[in-house]
């Protein structure tokens, strides 16, 4: 029957509100879901099927009407100010409206502007910057012509803000593994946080406001040109066995902007035909973090003492420390790659061992600068167990020589020499190596040695008479050693051309 209550709205704006009704029969099984907003409303007046014939509204109240029967249409006439921007968005089908909305926007005059039809699903959507003061027009109809008493309309006026959302990226479609944070006693475990900017640029900084006790939390600012960053949770050897729901935030680093948004994790509850569509779900404004058991294994990175160089490469470090009796395979990831670092998608510490060298490249265009990585190891501890290493470093430079290589050719069993010319970017101490990689089988060569000072340097090429013939790409390997690690990149490149020797002339 019926039953009246009074409640208290939040004060925020909401698209989500769900409102739950008790009584001295229990609470109802699933809320009432509201929208909340923070303009006010202007309703439809009939007759407003023409243009001149629009309802009088104001900015930025929202427009509401009903398209009552077949081919109706209603028209709101209102002010707009040059340069105002607003998001226009219809919501129908969205609040269970059989309505299919078209939305068209003209001048007071009838010239049209905009419009658009189906941008969100069904409903309708579409920004626009008024170009003068003036009036216009919105006129609103059913897509198919149709219409009914049930057939409720309301269009939002939305002025464009910045607008922030955090989240974890999918591990697992339709899944909400790893989407919550699970730190082991005196251990690690880290994520990849990720961040949606709209109408705004601008590096970032994180905020776990009230993280359980015993947890801190390691990251670094996103830069502006980065969506994702990397963030390590840490738990004390004594923290208690708890958790909590986070108000997990990110904010710009310039507090004068004022612009902050927080995490937003959205749990598929119901999903079906066809493929694999989404029917209901709920979307939660908090992070999950607790403190587990202990874990009888954890990771370190080797802190490397070089950078990797655009172009380069390195073996980087990862050490696995055991519990005594605890000797299962460890499988690790890295599954933050800074922009043109790449490597393969996992590697094992084999069981029993306790260290694993993983495999980096660098491409030619590889963001310069010292980016935070970390490693994520998972093994069977009665189920799949997570831990990660600790927020290291990985200096991204460019090259510290460059190799500009001249071509080369002879005949098969013949030498020839390959001139290289050094352009040196960066000093460097002692001497180096230079490698030509890419000779075809039975050509040789030696490794040329460098410093400094070298500007040039020639490899002599042997060929054997069953060398194949053709032309062959090279390119050298450049090997320098600082602060006793090797700084390994390949550069330059260029073709040994190798020809079948001439017959011999006929007998005259």
């Not at 919501?91 to 419009?115: C, F, H």
């Given at each position: 029957g019926e039953l009246v209550r009074d409640i208290t709205v939040p004060s925020e704006v909401l698209t989500e509100y769900g409102l739950e009704i008790s009584d001295e029969g229990g609470?109802?099984?699933s809320p009432n879901t509201f929208m909340i907003s923070e303009n006010g409303n202007s309703l439809e007046v009939e007759p407003n099927n023409e243009v001149a014939q629009g309802s009088p509204a104001e900015l930025p109240n929202a427009f509401n009407g009903i398209i009552q029967e077949a081919n109706d249409v209603d028209c709101f006439k209102f002010t707009a100010t040059k340069g105002q921007v607003f998001d226009i968005e219809c919501?129908?089908?969205?609040?269970?409206?059989?309505?299919?909305?078209?939305?068209?926007?003209?001048?007071?005059?009838?010239?049209?502007?905009?419009?658009n039809d189906d941008s969100r699903g069904p409903d309708s959507y579409f920004r626009y910057t008024f170009p003068d003061d003036g009036e216009y027009v919105l006129r609103i109809t059913d897509h198919l012509g149709r219409g009914?008493?049930?057939?409720?309309?309301?269009?939002?006026?939305?002025?464009?803000?910045?607008?922030?959302?955090?989240?974890?990226?999918?591990v697992a479609r339709y899944s909400q593994y790893r989407q919550q944070i699970y730190v082991a006693r005196g251990n690690r475990f880290a994520t990849l946080m990720s961040a949606s900017r709209s109408?705004?640029?601008?590096?970032?900084?994180?905020?776990?406001?009230?993280?359980?006790?015993?947890?801190?939390?390691?990251?670094?600012?996103?830069?502006?040109?980065?969506?994702?960053?990397?963030?390590?949770?840490?738990?004390?050897?004594?923290?208690?066995?708890?958790?909590?729901?986070?108000?997990?935030?990110?904010?710009?680093?310039?507090?004068?902007?004022g612009i902050a948004g927080g995490f937003r994790n959205r749990?598929?509850?119901?999903?079906?035909?066809?493929?694999?569509?989404?029917?209901?779900?709920?979307?939660?404004?908090?992070?999950?973090v607790a403190v587990v058991d202990e874990l009888p294994f954890q990771l370190e990175i080797v802190q490397p003492n070089v950078p990797i160089v655009q172009n380069g490469e390195m073996q980087l470090k990862i050490v696995a420390h055991r519990k005594e009796g605890f000797t299962k395979a460890i499988n690790v990831q890295f599954p933050f790659r800074p922009p043109g670092i790449g490597t393969t998608s996992s590697v094992n510490i084999p069981e029993g061992q306790n260290?694993?060298?993983?495999?980096?490249?660098?491409?030619?265009?590889?963001?310069?600068?010292?980016?935070?990585?970390?490693?994520?190891?998972?093994?069977?501890?009665?189920?799949?167990?997570?831990?990660?290493?600790?927020?290291?470093k990985l200096n991204v430079t460019a090259p510290i020589v460059n190799v500009a290589m001249e071509r080369a050719s002879c005949e098969q069993g013949?030498?020839?020499?390959?001139?290289?010319?050094?352009?040196?970017?960066?000093?460097?101490?002692?001497?180096?190596?230079?490698?030509?990689?890419?000779?075809?089988?039975?050509?040789?060569?030696?490794?040329?040695?460098?410093?400094?000072?070298?500007?040039?340097?020639?490899?002599?090429?042997?060929?054997?008479?069953?060398?194949?013939?053709?032309?062959?790409?090279?390119?050298?390997?450049?090997?320098?050693?600082?602060?006793?690690?090797?700084?390994?990149a390949r550069s330059g490149?260029?073709?040994?051309?190798?020809?079948?020797?001439?017959?011999?002339?006929?007998?005259?």
């Open positions: 609470v109802s099984p919501y129908a089908r969205r609040v269970r409206s059989p309505l299919d909305p078209v939305m068209n926007l003209y001048r007071a005059n009838g010239q049209s502007l905009a419009g009914g008493v049930d057939f409720v309309y309301r269009v939002e006026f939305r002025a464009v803000k910045p607008v922030l959302t955090l989240g974890i990226p999918r109408n705004f640029g601008g590096d970032l900084t994180f905020e776990g406001n009230n993280l359980p006790e015993g947890i801190s939390m390691v990251t670094e600012n996103m830069p502006s040109n980065m969506s994702v960053a990397p963030i390590v949770f840490e738990a004390t050897a004594d923290a208690p066995l708890a958790g909590k729901l986070v108000d997990f935030q990110a904010k710009h680093v310039d507090a004068n902007t749990a598929d509850l119901i999903i079906g035909a066809p493929g694999q569509s989404l029917y209901v779900w709920k979307d939660v404004g908090q992070l999950a260290e694993v060298l993983y495999p980096l490249n660098a491409a030619g265009n590889a963001q310069v600068r010292e980016w935070p990585i970390y490693a994520l190891g998972s093994s069977d501890v009665n189920g799949a167990a997570w831990v990660s290493s600790q927020l290291a013949q030498e020839t020499q390959l001139v290289v010319n050094l352009t040196h970017v960066t000093e460097f101490e002692g001497t180096a190596k230079l490698e030509l990689v890419g000779l075809p089988a039975k050509a040789a060569t030696q490794v040329l040695d460098f410093t400094k000072e070298t500007e040039q340097l020639i490899f002599n090429i042997t060929t054997a008479a069953d060398t194949p013939a053709g032309k062959h790409n090279v390119f050298c390997k450049v090997h320098i050693t600082q602060n006793a690690e090797p700084v390994i490149g260029t073709q040994l051309q190798v020809d079948k020797p001439l017959p011999p002339p006929p007998n005259a």
